[in-house]
């Protein structure tokens, strides 16, 4: 996933802000990390540079 998409993307669940924690990036990609819902504080996995929001 490119760093430039992070602030077009928001919770599923209840709309609001989601705060990254990258824990792998490549030229600008970031591979493998998680969302953290600031509101709810559901929780989203990155894996493969795809943000697993289902």
């Known amino acids: 996933m490119k760093r430039e998409h992070i602030d077009m993307i928001i919770c599923p669940y209840c709309h609001g802000e989601l705060k990254l924690e990258i824990k792998k990036e490549e030229d600008g990609n970031i591979i ?23």
Do not use: A, L, Q, S
Request: aromatic content about 8%.
């Open 32 to 54: 493998e990390g998680v969302f953290k819902c600031k509101n709810c504080g559901k929780t989203y996995e990155i894996e493969d540079g795809i943000p697993k929001m289902i």
